[in-house]
């Protein structure tokens, strides 16, 4: 396991489009421990594969200490009419803050590191998260979306 470099928006790669995994090999099991120990080392709440430089649809999620989602060639199926607008954040956009409009509600359709086909929904953070990471799988960053972004205040009053 590895800790992987995390891109920033400066590079053009996070503007392209990632393939759908076709197979589970070796390598794509590695990419998602490697993920997990990026994810962990930045404290973030999501990664997704473009921001270590593999443009594979491949998302990693925790917004809950230990819970994490590893979702493979992920869509979403359903999103609540009901909308939230809150905080959101990007391990790729370092030291900003913005306010975005989000389904409160989202399930999202993947695939696990055994190739099998499941569901899982999540409200609140996870459901901004889900929006968030698989997003960038299709080259869109939060700051595309974000109804404001904070200023330097507002940020120094989130720390
Ligand atoms: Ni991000």
Redesign the pocket.
């Known amino acids: 396991m590895a800790i992987l470099k995390i891109i920033t928006k400066e590079d053009d790669i996070l503007r392209k489009h990632s393939r759908p995994v076709e197979e589970i090999t070796p390598r794509i099991l590695r990419l998602l421990d490697d993920m997990k120990d990026t994810l962990h080392k930045a404290q973030g709440a999501?990664l997704?594969a473009v921001?270590v430089g593999v443009l594979r649809r491949v998302v990693l999620v925790e917004t809950e200490p230990g819970e994490l989602i590893e979702l493979i060639n992920p869509e979403i199926v359903s999103a609540s009419e009901e909308r939230q607008q809150e905080m959101e954040g990007?391990?790729?956009?370092p030291d900003e803050w913005g306010i975005t409009d989000r389904p409160m509600t989202v399930t999202v359709r993947a695939m696990n590191r055994k190739g099998e086909w499941f569901e899982t929904t999540g409200s609140g953070l996870k459901a901004r998260a889900f929006c968030?990471?698989l997003d960038?799988l299709d080259g869109i960053?939060?700051t595309d979306k974000a109804i404001r972004m904070l200023d330097d205040e507002e940020v120094e009053e989130e720390d």
């Open positions: 999501g997704a921001q990007c391990l790729s956009i968030h990471e960038h960053l939060y």
